[in-house]
């Protein structure tokens, strides 16, 4: 294995790392700081960034109208719904249980791809899809013959769904922009539509401003080194080892979450949070897993030697 390809998996390693323990961080900054004015600022923070960079390497171009259209519904759901809901559900939920049903994602994206899109089901796919969703009733529980989901937990599920949804919108932009360039407009779009969710969080329940200059520094680090650095540390990666093997990575997420959340927050670890995960991530393998066909077909296209 060649050298660059050794420091791309341990840049997966370490991004994967840090956007685990970034679940836990964002439920301390929580102490200090209101759910949606924290997601408002660390997005602002995050789409700065992104500005600095874009303009210092001016690759940006003008989005057509019909891209304009996509943007918007990334910033919608990707930013503006995902952002409010996973902020308010981390306030009511643990960080653990946070990521271990937004680790979901991949599997209601293929739900919705079917709804939707009319995408055909395989039978790996609806395994994985029965596996996950066995796993996330283990996370959330199931009390007196019933689900029993808590305030947090739901408004998790509803983040998840709500990042499937934006993770739909980016398929059809890929066609014809780079993900850096979807990723600097969809996150500026986002923080323009967070700004007025801000102002109904204050005039509704009133906005929480922490005093201390750690809970701004700590913020500060959340935005713009957990989501805009390890953002292109992880494109990096991907480009070097690809996305099959990229996304491996992101099993490592929410078992960081777990860990970190029991020593920076003195969270319990539970059996179900435990068994829970292992059959979250389980179905999502079993259902991203490449057929024997696509792989022959890759192994045939690889140049000989």
Request: hydrophobic share 55%; glycine share 10%; with cysteine.
């Amino acid at each position: 294995m060649s050298s660059s390809m050794i420091k791309a998996f341990i840049s997966l390693f370490l991004v994967s790392v840090l956007w685990g323990c970034n679940y836990p961080v964002s439920a301390y900054l929580l102490q200090g700081f209101s759910p949606v004015f924290l997601s408002t600022v660390r997005i602002c923070f995050t789409s700065l960034f992104l500005i600095i960079v874009a303009i210092i390497h001016k690759g940006m171009k003008r989005p057509t109208i019909s891209e304009w259209k996509y943007l918007i519904g990334v910033g919608i759901f990707g930013t503006l719904l995902n952002q409010t809901f996973y902020f308010t559900g981390l306030h009511h939920t643990t960080p653990a249980n946070a990521s271990l049903i937004i680790s979901l994602a991949p599997i209601a994206t293929i739900l919705l791809e079917r709804i939707i899109f009319k995408v055909k089901f395989t039978i790996k796919k609806s395994a994985g899809a029965m596996i996950s969703l066995i796993g996330v009733f283990s996370i959330i529980g199931v009390a007196n013959g019933g689900l029993g989901i808590s305030w947090g937990d739901f408004n998790i599920l509803i983040a998840m769904l709500c990042l499937s949804i934006s993770i739909l919108f980016i398929r059809g932009l890929a066609k014809t922009m780079n993900t850096f360039i979807i990723t600097v407009y969809s996150t500026v779009l986002g923080s323009v539509l967070m700004i007025p969710a801000a102002g109904v969080e204050n005039l509704v329940s009133g906005s929480v401003m922490s005093h201390s200059l750690y809970m701004w520094i700590l913020l500060s680090f959340a935005g713009i080194m957990a989501q805009g650095v390890a953002g292109f540390w992880w494109n990096k990666g991907v480009a070097k080892v690809g996305a099959g093997t990229a996304s491996m990575f992101m099993n490592i997420q929410p078992f960081v979450a777990i860990l970190a959340s029991h020593f920076i927050l003195g969270n319990h670890i539970s059996i179900n949070q435990i068994i829970g995960g292992i059959l979250v991530l389980l179905g999502v393998f079993i259902a991203n897993m490449p057929s024997a066909k696509s792989v022959v077909s890759t192994r045939s296209n690889k140049p000989a030697i």
